[in-house]
């Protein structure tokens, strides 16, 4: 972890109306490290993760994405092919197949002929565990199934960077792990991932660091073994009490 | 979320509804030709008089459906646009539309707009504009479009905004630009949701083209009273007319009906 974080985020402040989303916060994220965040609902995580491809646009502050700050539309859409994200309602394309849905950004984005961007789609849902799934469409897929096409549909794009916000709790609990376990076999790959979720085991597992926000605000960071079992902040504490029981 | 499903429904049961009102179809057409062949005078004469006047009709609906399809996408896509400026001009444009009779708004194409041109060339002393004189026909089809393309561009903008954000979103994070995602993602969906009001409008487009009559356009309506007019008959030409717009309807509404059937079994 030399050199120029791949992304830096520098005293962003982002507004609802009168709802002050984000408060000033600063985060250096390196490759191929794995940040967890964590924090209560309204904390602002999905907010954070929202602005690093701008999806939402923030208000003051500077978001440096490998090098290319997010200012002109044009930057915008260089960083979104760089930038993989990963839903928690999956936001597959309905109308479109599970192949068909890997092929579009491919096709159109990355202007890859038909075949290698197949022989792209197809390796991917090997590797996500669905290989026999390419021609249904996604209604008939299970959610974990469903999360894991999502997660090939972004890895398609070849992004240096990936962002899941909370991408294991719309499903059924035993599909959770499998979803899990995708993720981490691309955190042992070495991308870099920021990653909003309370799977305490996944954390344990993949992140280099924790992050806890609260109101808007990073309250503390650590490594997720420190993080969970000994908090310095009275709020981390409160946190953890809580979903811990 | 989604629940249709292709092979819920039995394709026996959708056949046989179809059939059904095609039936309805044919029983209007076969109560022409019957009344064509009973009674050649008046009804063979008021049908080859005005026969000229549907192909009017159905000339002006589809040039300006077709017209309609185009700006009102363009016009719903500028009022779902990030740009007040934008917005708010196209907003305006809806809301004036909305609030003026068709019939006026014809009314004002025909005659008003000439005079304002002509008036407008002889303060820029422009002789091209003081000799302005109006096409009926392309007064007639310029004013249907801008009227039902405002009303087209509510139809698409319900569709649109019924598909949930989260697509849009998807869209944008694999970096497809705003107009490859609505392309692509947004409007594929959109077409299911929209396809039966875009129907209802053509045919409530179709029946409107009855005003154009007013405006010096030789359409079947304006051609059946020209026949009541001149053969002083008033009962069996209007029969006749409303035959024959039956007819148009009951196909369109049946060809809407096949499409959204087939547009659902795709998926
Ligand atoms: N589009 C929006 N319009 C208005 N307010 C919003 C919008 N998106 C988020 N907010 C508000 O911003 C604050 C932060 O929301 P955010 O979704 O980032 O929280 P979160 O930490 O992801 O919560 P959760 O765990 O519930 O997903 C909340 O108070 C939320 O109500
Ligand atoms: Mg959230």
């Not at chain 1, 974080?5 to 005293?11: A, D, L």
């Not at chain 2, 045919?203 to 002083?232: H, P």
Request: net charge positive; glycine share 6%.
């Amino acid at each position: 972890m030399t050199s120029e974080p791949i992304i830096h985020i520098e005293n962003v402040h982002k507004r609802f109306g009168n709802v002050h989303a984000l408060r000033g916060v600063n985060l250096d994220v390196y490759k191929g490290e794995v940040i967890v965040i964590i924090g209560p609902s309204g904390s602002g995580k999905s907010t954070l993760l929202r602005c690093i491809n701008r999806l939402e646009e923030f208000d003051e502050g500077r978001i440096v994405v490998d090098g290319i700050p997010l200012d002109t539309a044009a930057n915008i859409n260089a960083v979104r092919t760089e930038v993989g994200m990963v839903f928690q309602q999956f936001n597959l394309f309905p109308h479109l197949t599970v192949l068909e849905n890997i092929l579009l950004a491919q096709r159109i984005v990355r202007k890859r002929s038909k075949e290698e961007a197949t022989r792209i789609a197809l390796d991917l849902l090997h590797k996500v565990g669905i290989p026999d799934k390419a021609h249904n469409y996604p209604i008939q897929l299970s959610g974990g199934q469903q999360q894991r096409v999502a997660i090939a549909r972004a890895l398609a794009m070849n992004p240096k960077i990936m962002l899941f916000d909370e991408p294991t709790s719309a499903l059924d609990p035993e599909m959770i792990q499998e979803v899990l376990d995708v993720m981490l076999a691309l955190a042992r790959e070495g991308m870099t991932m920021v990653v909003v979720s309370h799977e305490m085991g996944f954390a344990r597992a993949a992140a280099h660091r924790a992050i806890l926000m609260d109101d808007g605000q990073i309250v503390e960071e650590a490594p997720p073994d420190v993080l969970f079992s000994n908090p310095k902040q009275e709020r981390t504490k409160a946190f953890l009490s809580k979903v811990l029981h | 979320m989604q629940t249709a499903n292709p092979s819920q429904a039995s394709p026996n049961a959708r056949k046989t509804s179809i059939d059904q009102w095609w039936l309805l179809v044919f029983a209007v057409i076969a109560l022409i030709v019957i009344l064509v062949i009973a009674q050649p005078n008046p009804y063979q004469r008021i049908l080859i008089f005005v026969q000229d006047g549907v192909w009017v009709t159905l000339r002006t609906t589809m040039i300006s459906f077709v017209l309609v399809l185009i700006l009102g996408l363009v016009v719903a896509l500028a009022r779902l646009s990030k740009l007040w400026l934008l917005r708010g001009i196209f907003t305006i444009y809806v809301e004036i539309i909305r609030g003026i009779p068709v019939l006026v708004q014809l009314l004002f194409w025909y005659f008003a707009f000439p005079p304002i041109i002509q008036n407008l060339g002889t303060s820029l002393n422009s002789p091209a504009l003081i000799n302005y004189k109006a096409d009926p026909n392309f007064m007639a089809i310029l004013g249907l479009t801008i009227c039902y393309a405002a009303y087209m561009s509510e139809v698409y903008r319900a569709g649109i905004q019924s598909i949930p954000k989260g697509q849009m979103e998807a869209a944008r994070s694999l970096g497809m630009t705003y107009f490859q995602a609505m392309r692509y993602v947004i409007l594929p969906q959109a077409i299911r949701v929209i396809l039966p009001p875009v129907g209802n409008e053509f045919i409530t487009l179709l029946k409107d083209t009855s005003l154009i009559s007013v405006v010096a356009v030789s359409d079947l309506t304006r051609r059946g009273r020209e026949f009541m007019a001149s053969n002083f008959i008033p009962i069996q030409p209007w029969i006749m007319v409303s035959l024959l717009y039956l007819v148009m309807t009951l196909i369109s509404a049946r060809v809407v009906h096949y499409i959204e059937q087939k547009t659902k079994i795709e998926r």
